[in-house]
């Protein structure tokens, strides 16, 4: 059976067996849902979105919590259940290499120190004994002279008596 309208023809067909009725019914709910659904979609939406606004800041702070509290208290743990369990515990001190290093450095310093010092020492004792020396060898060197000297004139006294001889032989 049909209806015309004025411009426009609908048509309505009558299923003639049970399931067919059922799901025209069904198709008629679905059209007459669907608005409701639309905005049911649009609401849950909204709910969804409203709950993560609410919940980030909640697990962002949960995290931080876990990371601040647990997490070391859980490495803390471990940690001590592996220093147990290790069957060699070799503890490192790092007393006695920093003790060492210091005496270095002490004994390096007054190395340096006494060096320093001998230095200047041996500079005031060089210009000391460069000044004996000089005073030394010209001592040497005028008992030096005077010794030439004597001899000198030992052997001119000598070369002219022997020439007076000659000359006396000679005469």
């Known amino acids: 059976m049909s209806l015309t ?11 003639d067996t049970w399931m067919g009725r059922v799901k025209a019914q069904a198709v008629q709910a679905g059209r007459r849902l669907a608005p409701m659904a639309d905005q049911a979609k649009v609401a849950t939406a909204q709910r969804i979105e409203d709950a993560r606004y609410w919940a980030a800041p909640r697990l962002e702070d949960a995290a ?3 990371e601040d509290r647990l997490a070391p208290a859980v490495s803390t743990m471990l940690t001590q259940a592996a220093h147990k369990i290790d069957p060699s515990p ?7 290499p920093v003790i060492l290093l210091m005496t270095g450095l002490a004994v390096g310093a007054m190395g340096y120190m006494f060096y320093r010092r001998n230095a200047q020492q041996w500079t005031d004792h060089m210009k000391d004994s460069a000044s004996d020396a000089s005073q030394w060898v010209n001592d040497r060197a005028e008992k030096a002279a005077d010794r030439v000297s004597d001899t000198a004139d030992k052997a001119a006294d000598h070369i002219s008596s022997t020439a007076n001889e000659a000359s006396r032989k000679m005469s």
Request: net charge positive; proline share 10%; aromatic share 4%.
């Open 5 to 15: 309208l004025r411009r426009r023809r609908a048509v309505i067909e009558i299923p």
């Open 64 to 66: 931080h919590q876990v």
């Open 90 to 96: 070799i503890p490192k001190s790092r007393r006695w």
